[in-house]
């Protein structure tokens, strides 16, 4: 059996996840057992593992779709002949997206959707619930329109890298999703933000505390410290704070405070009466005598 390496980085992550299932999974994988051996159902199974390749944790999964230049040229004849199959999936596939976008897609955007299913292998049902998923995605963001297509196949690739390529995975992918924007909705009310949706670089540092592991308490600790030192809500401040916590694996209130009330040995202070002067010491005392002496001639 080949020996397990556990990264305090990747149990971080699998505790943020709070998901017994997945942690599972990535123990099994990591000890190179097969899939079955967890004992999960299909839908289960399917389940803890879009959680570890949302986490990043998919030791197996190799990026494949990258927008390569070799990346095939679809013509309007292609399109033509996908639209007059008998019992024509892709004709279908068309319908519903135009539907759930509100338009008539044209020639170009077409050629993308045929991309999706053709180059990328996505199932036209995966790719109908990827356009309602940027849709819906658009609407908790406020961004007040429908994404374009060429939003929609960025997506589409990380989809399929990700090897979200069934009904099911794509299900347990949204399911995974919603259970992130809850939180980071709780972060967001912790932060005293409202009324407004977050810039992009404002919900990457969001993520990249819950992928650190914080607990709430923690987190709102160091937003009073930011606001205590800056006078309100300074970002890159407070991702220091945190980032400074995680490196010293410190990740609940209770382990900050008892940190913080360690004595501060090898930090400045004053010597004390009767304390031997250390070598170190005595070295910078006599670089301050000799500077000064230089000064005096």
Known sequence: MPEVILTKENIRRLLAAGNGDSALLYLCRAAEFSDVATGFSEPRLETAAALLRQLGLDERMNPKFLQPAELPEYSEDDVRR???????GFRKLVGEVQRCLGKVLNVEELKI??????Y????A??????????VERNRTRGAGRMPSMRMVEKEAYRWADAQIDSVEKAAAFMQNQNARNTRMEELCRLLGISGRRLAPPEERYLQSWLDMGFEDDAIS?????????????????MSRILESWNSQGLYTVSQIKAHDRKPAA????YQRHGEAVSPLMKDAVNRILSDHREDES
């Open 221 to 237: 600790l160091a937003y009073e410290k930011t606001c205590e030192n800056t006078g309100g809500l300074t970002w890159k401040y």
């Open 82 to 88: 996908q639209m007059e199959l008998p019992r024509s």
């Open 113 to 118: 959707l045929l991309s999706m299913v053709e």
């Open 266 to 269: 090898g930090r400045g202070g």
């Open 125 to 134: 049902e995966v790719v109908n619930i990827l356009v309602h998923y940027c």
């Open 120 to 123: 990328l292998g996505l199932t």
